[in-house]
Nanobody, 123 residues
Framework: QVQLVESGGGLVQAGGSLRLSCAAS????????MGWFRQAPGKEREFVAV????????YYADSVKGRFTISRDNAKNTVYLQMNSLKPEDTAGYYC????????????????WGQGTQVTVSS
């Protein structure tokens, strides 16, 4: 298990940018694939992006492709989500998660979760 703490959320106008960070505890961070999910009120948690253990492979939801970038720094035990050209429909709680699988994309494939950070995009 790895403990995860997200930060970087906030209120931003449409078209703006935010960078989320997720700090992980433990010495095995580099062995995990890391993902970002989001959940809006009344909706199910949905996949946003995932990065493999080395950072060499990534995958994005169609809704964020070309606007969001996931990256990681294994020396700092941190994964990032750079969000550009934000839209009101990006408003949600954003959660990072860790998985032992190669490049998972569903909630059930992630075993460790952070507490989330809120992103609100105003129109």
């Amino acid at each position: 298990q790895v403990q995860l703490v997200e930060s970087g959320g906030g209120l931003v106008q449409a078209g703006g940018s935010l960078r989320l960070s997720c700090a992980a505890s433990g010495r095995t961070f580099s062995s995990y694939a890391m993902g970002w999910f989001r959940q809006a009120p009344g909706k199910e948690r949905e996949f946003v992006a995932v990065i493999n253990w080395s950072g060499s492979n990534t995958y994005y939801a169609d809704s964020v492709k070309g606007r969001f970038t996931i990256s990681r720094d294994n020396a700092k035990n941190t994964v990032y989500l750079q969000m550009n050209s934000l839209k009101p429909e990006d408003t949600a709680g954003y959660y990072c998660a860790a998985s032992r699988l190669l490049l998972p994309r569903v909630v059930e494939d992630f075993g460790s979760w952070g507490q989330g950070t809120q992103v609100t995009v105003s129109s």
